[in-house]
């Protein structure tokens, strides 16, 4: 009795990604645009929250308490986003592509959905960090070397690290959805997204998006901070990003749905 629920319980949970997975090709590019916009924006309060926190405490804790503290403030954006329900690009990863396996879309839709996203969470994330990197310095409660601090983390491993990084990012993103699809309270829900954003944060693994974010800050304070470090961090970061999360976990939870499915 106690496989056959199990077995249900990753049936109705593969199901909820098929039909999550589908609502989103149901939408118009202009919302899902729009939305992916409004994530792009949102999270970058994660950044907004830890530049403050750092300038608070950097000099007066252990190098390490402050890392600890800071990565506290990375879950925020992620909040918002999530709870929300805004197109977040490492989200739909994992999520659109349920549906492509189970041959309810196609690929060139897929490609066509991911694009959208990342280009409007993109765009949201460089208007964000334009916009806190005045506002953080000109209030007094973020410091310029916050920003520098906070993007040369993300841009001091090599391509590799990078790349690596951002798959086991990715990964957990996926797995996040995929815990999200079994929880409906809200105070779960926000409870998931925490633990797995904060381990993500203190971690310090390559986030596509926040990381855009957290760079094009660095970038716009220190000159010693090109496009082209941008560009590196980006291109790999997406790749690993969307591997992590659509190979390691929408194909292997999907096949092992299948092999058990086979089994019986």
């Known amino acids: 009795m106690g496989e056959k629920d199990e077995q ?5 949970i593969i199901h909820e990604q098929i039909r999550s997975g589908f609502r989103e090709y149901e939408k118009s590019n202009l919302g899902v645009i729009l939305s992916a916009f409004t994530a792009g924006l949102e999270i970058g309060f994660s950044i907004f929250l830890m530049g ?7 000099g007066r804790i252990h190098p390490d308490t402050l890392h600890l503290l800071v990565s506290l403030g990375y879950p925020l954006g992620f909040i918002f986003v999530i709870i929300g329900r805004s197109e977040l690009f490492t989200e739909q990863t994992a999520l ?67 790349f690596g990084s951002a798959i086991l990012a990715g990964w957990m993103m996926g797995l996040l959805g995929w815990l999200l699809s079994s929880s409906q309270e809200s105070i779960s829900r926000i409870t998931i997204v925490i633990f797995i954003t904060v ?4 971690g310090s693994l390559h986030h596509c998006i926040v990381g855009s974010v ?49 089994t019986k």
């Open 96 to 162: 659109a592509i349920v549906p492509v396996l189970n041959r309810k879309a196609s690929v060139k839709e897929l490609f066509s959905l991911w694009g959208l996203v990342l280009a409007g969470n993109l765009v949201g994330g460089i208007l964000f960090s334009f916009f806190i990197t005045w506002i953080g310095p000109a209030m007094g409660i973020i410091s310029k070397e916050a920003f520098v601090e906070i993007a040369e983390n993300m841009l001091n491993p090599e391509w590799e690290i990078i």
């Open 52 to 58: 403050v926190l750092y300038t608070l405490f950097h």
């Open 199 to 202: 381990i993500i944060g203190l």
């Open 8 to 12: 249900k319980e990753h049936q109705e």
């Open 214 to 262: 957290e760079v094009i800050c660095g970038m716009i304070i220190s000159d010693t901070i090109s496009i082209w470090d941008y560009l590196n961090f980006l291109v790999f970061a997406v790749l690993g990003n969307t591997i992590g999360g659509a190979f390691f976990v929408s194909v292997l939870k999907n096949s092992q749905l299948k092999a058990n499915n086979n």
